[in-house]
């Protein structure tokens, strides 16, 4: 089957730091993406990993361990517009047309 | 803006009516997805169209039909529905590049439905 857990919910403060966690278990892998979501907005993409490791863009930075399913987001210097819901997805093998399967994304709440 | 863009906005529809959705993208790419969100609940794939051909059909009911006359249109033709269909539907796109095939998806601002 195909699961994908994160925290439903989460709350920091201005000017801190934030982590969000993903872990995913998937039949077929093909790398593993990060959303922002705004209300009433489209999701917009953050960040993609298909290799262990970090990868940092600007104050987000997004972590990947293959082995042990397991992903997390991190966001730096929190403002208060990063409250938002942040989505981790899994894509599908290409033959599967590179679908993505998300999470139930993470509430995130920044606070002054 | 993405570049993948959605009509109507908004719609409300009664349980006997038919309408459709619209999905239109002008950036090249050849995969376009459905998906519906609901609130609390992951987003759930509906649709894959790959190369205008549907690859996957998410066991969805078949009072949703989706249509894929080219690479850059993508509708989802709606028939009786019922009210726990009401949700924001979101289309994607992507592109499959030759030496780049791990392209992120765009997503469109998405149709919020409500039945009746």
């Known amino acids: 089957g195909q699961n994908i857990d994160q925290p439903t919910e989460m709350t920091a403060t201005e000017g801190a730091i934030v982590q969000i966690n993903c872990t995913y278990q998937?039949?077929?892998?093909?790398?593993l993406f990060w959303y922002q979501q705004h209300a009433g907005e489209a999701p917009t993409f953050l960040s993609y990993?298909?290799?262990?490791g970090l990868e940092e863009k600007g104050r987000f930075s997004s972590f990947l361990s293959r082995s042990k399913g397991y992903s997390y987001l991190l966001l730096k210097e929190l403002q208060m517009k990063d409250s938002a819901s942040y989505l981790c997805?899994?894509?599908?093998?290409?033959?599967?047309?590179?679908?993505?399967?998300f999470g139930q994304g993470t509430e995130l709440s920044v606070k002054p | 803006e993405t570049g993948v863009t959605q009509t109507p906005r908004h719609l409300v529809m009664g349980m006997t009516n038919k309408k459709s959705l619209k999905c239109e993208q002008h950036?090249?790419?050849?995969?376009m997805y459905w998906y519906k969100q609901s609130a609390k609940k992951p987003l759930e794939l509906m649709f894959v169209?790959?190369?205008?051909?549907?690859?996957e059909n998410n066991s969805v009911p078949s009072r949703f039909s989706p249509e894929c006359p080219n690479s850059s249109h993508l509708f989802l033709h709606l028939h009786t529905l019922q009210p726990e269909d009401s949700a924001l539907y979101l289309c994607?796109?992507?592109?499959?590049?030759?030496?780049?095939?791990?392209?992120?998806?765009?997503f469109g601002q998405g149709t919020r439905l409500t039945v009746v």
């Open positions: 994607a796109s992507r592109g499959r590049h030759r030496y780049k095939v791990n392209t992120e998806a765009f």
């Open positions: 998937t039949s077929g892998f093909n790398g």
């Open positions: 990993n298909v290799l262990d």
């Open positions: 997805a899994v894509r599908g093998l290409d033959n599967q047309g590179g679908k993505l399967i």
């Open positions: 950036l090249g790419h050849n995969a």
């Open positions: 169209y790959s190369l205008e051909e549907r690859v």
